[in-house]
């Protein structure tokens, strides 16, 4: 099912309305959606280097609403409907683990690493941050820079290097994003054991 759904994205990359659909699936993917923003952008942005940047801001724009309707659901509707869309992706225990071990810091972070990483999946750290009432402010400004950076900085790699580099982060980026949250989790639980 899940290479359906992949596929199915793909597919959008080559349609007139891309654009839209690019909007779309970044705005359903911050809360409810399996397949990242990343699979239609990354098609787009080669087929169109000229409009990368443009592409970047859609999908950034598009998946801070997208995060802000997640935190909604979380703090809102829970039961009724975050709930089981987490059960249903098979998050729900993930959600619950990291529920119980989550603070103002924890979420803070969770919310940069799944920006730039997707590691915790977005979905499942936008509706923690509504369940655990994380202030929305603070919520929406790293969603703006997580986001953000992840989509203008594919941006910039793909105008610069074009085709070569969408294979090496098709192959790559998880593993290098994986890291780079690895790096940012140890430089926090380093500085909140210091103090």
């Known amino acids: 099912m899940l290479r359906r759904i992949y596929d199915w994205t793909l597919s959008l990359a080559a349609r007139k309305s891309a654009e839209w659909w690019l909007a779309f699936i970044a705005f359903i993917e911050s809360s409810i959606f399996l397949v990242p923003a990343d699979v239609l952008y ?24 997208g ?24 998050k729900y225990d993930a959600f619950e683990e990291l529920k119980i071990a989550s603070g103002t810091g924890i979420i803070l972070l969770m919310l940069v690493t799944s920006g730039l990483a997707h590691l915790p999946p977005i979905k499942v750290v936008t509706i923690l941050a509504g369940v655990v009432g994380f202030p929305l402010g603070w919520f929406i400004l790293s969603a703006i820079v997580a986001r953000g950076a992840r989509f203008l900085v594919l941006a910039w790699l793909l105008k610069t290097y074009g085709e070569p580099i969408r294979l090496f982060i098709e192959e790559r ?12 989790i ?8 210091l103090h």
């Open 42 to 65: 990354l098609p787009m942005a080669l087929s169109r280097p000229d409009r990368a940047y443009r592409y970047a801001i859609v999908a950034t724009v598009a998946s801070v609403l």
């Open 67 to 90: 995060g802000i309707a997640g935190w909604f659901l979380g703090h809102y509707a829970f039961e009724a409907i975050a709930r089981p869309v987490l059960e249903f992706y098979g």
């Open 173 to 184: 980026l998880g593993l290098l994003a994986g890291l780079a949250a690895g790096v940012l």
């Open 186 to 193: 140890l430089m926090y639980v380093f500085v909140r054991y």
